[in-house]
């Protein structure tokens, strides 16, 4: 089992829906978790980050964490074209520890106007 | 405008050549981290170095070569390329410490023929 798994879509969805997006891993010393969005021919920038269990709010994202379940997920309301990017779950066992970063292979979105 | 500024955009590049891609961030960060991005592997850590003058291997340091002279750069060198050096290589850089994000450049496309 790989230590971060992360379906790869691809999605497609109308203008407006929710999107749901999910990881799951396997190493319970994870404890760091962050979303990153990757547009096409660009490097991936920081979309949320959590530390721990519990949800994390910010605009029309909305990141998840289930440590009991080992599961994580990013909701995204309202959906936009915009919004039509690469989704990366990353996460680490500790602050600082950065090189220990470990990244799910990205979900491919696409938003339809 | 502060970031992180890889060199060059893309490149191709006969085997067995040397070659050397430049990053360089104006953030002060102390880390630093060379990924490479390939279609249906994700991304995959090389080299990263925690402060100027230490560097450490990543999951995929064979082939490559790091060094950190300064805070502001980290050149990744590839002392002789082959064709399963082909990817899209990303810089990033953090600050040391908890809570501290990644932030990437928009990487280099390398071919090798």
């Known amino acids: 089992q790989k230590e971060v798994e992360q379906d790869p879509g691809p999605l497609s969805v109308p203008e407006g829906a929710i999107v749901s997006l999910n990881c799951t891993y396997s190493?319970?010393?994870?404890?760091?978790f962050m979303w990153y969005r990757q547009y096409s021919r660009k490097g991936p920038e920081l979309l949320m980050y959590t530390y721990s269990s519990g949800n994390k709010e910010d605009g029309r994202f909305t990141a998840q964490v289930d440590k009991s379940s080992k599961y994580i997920s990013l909701f995204i309301r309202d959906s936009q074209p915009s919004d039509s990017a690469t989704y990366l779950c990353?996460?680490?066992?500790?602050?600082?520890?950065?090189?220990?970063?470990?990244f799910g292979k990205g979900t491919l979105l696409t938003v339809n106007p | 405008i502060a970031g992180i500024t890889q060199a060059p955009t893309s490149q191709i590049l006969a085997a067995g050549r040397r070659m050397t891609l430049r990053c360089t961030q104006d953030?002060?960060?102390?880390?630093m981290y060379w990924y490479r991005q390939d279609l249906g592997l994700g991304l995959r850590l090389i080299h990263y170095s925690n402060t100027a003058g230490t560097t450490g291997k990543g999951e995929v340091p064979d082939g490559y070569s790091v060094s950190r002279a300064n805070t502001d750069d980290f050149p990744l060198t590839l002392a002789s390329a082959v064709p399963s050096q082909t990817s899209v290589y990303f810089c990033a850089s953090s600050a040391t410490g908890k809570n501290s994000p990644l932030h990437f450049g928009n990487g280099t496309r390398l071919t090798v023929t």
């Open positions: 953030m002060r960060h102390n880390a």
């Open positions: 190493n319970s010393a994870f404890q760091y």
């Open positions: 990353a996460m680490s066992a500790g602050g600082g520890s950065n090189y220990k970063l470990t």
